[in-house]
């Protein structure tokens, strides 16, 4: 079984950056894609950003020129910084791993934003 365990979420404040992790609990290169998905009160889970086995990306709109996906194949980790952040990031933030026909989720990492 796959366990995904996002970490660093916590406070920021608007125009602020932040790192969020997701640590795998094995190699990450296996997997066909990974991503960070959010899920603000009261709305469904939205992607924010994907990245394929070939490291190809994709971001949703409000992601893009904000947001960076990236992977670090040696520590089984994925990341996405966050960068010129809007109250409207405020959300549970949560890791996915798809591994052919199988799909993970972590638990999640809160994300707040406020002055």
């Known amino acids: 079984q796959v366990q995904l365990v996002e970490s660093g979420g916590g406070w920021v404040q608007p125009g602020g950056s932040l790192t969020l992790s997701c640590a795998a609990s094995?190699?990450?290169?296996?997997?066909?894609?990974m991503g960070w998905y959010r899920q603000a009160p009261g709305k469904e889970r939205e992607m924010v950003a994907t990245?394929?086995?070939?490291?190809?990306?994709n971001y949703a709109d409000f992601a893009k020129s904000r947001f960076t996906i990236f992977r670090a194949d040696a520590a089984n980790t994925l990341y996405l910084q966050m960068g010129s952040v809007k109250p409207e990031d405020m959300a549970v933030y949560y890791c996915?791993?798809?591994?052919?026909?199988?799909?993970?989720w972590g638990q999640g990492t809160q994300v707040t934003v406020s002055s």
């Open positions: 996915n791993a798809r591994l052919l026909s199988e799909s993970y």
């Open positions: 990245i394929n086995a070939g490291v190809i990306t």
């Open positions: 094995e190699n990450i290169f296996n997997f066909n894609a």
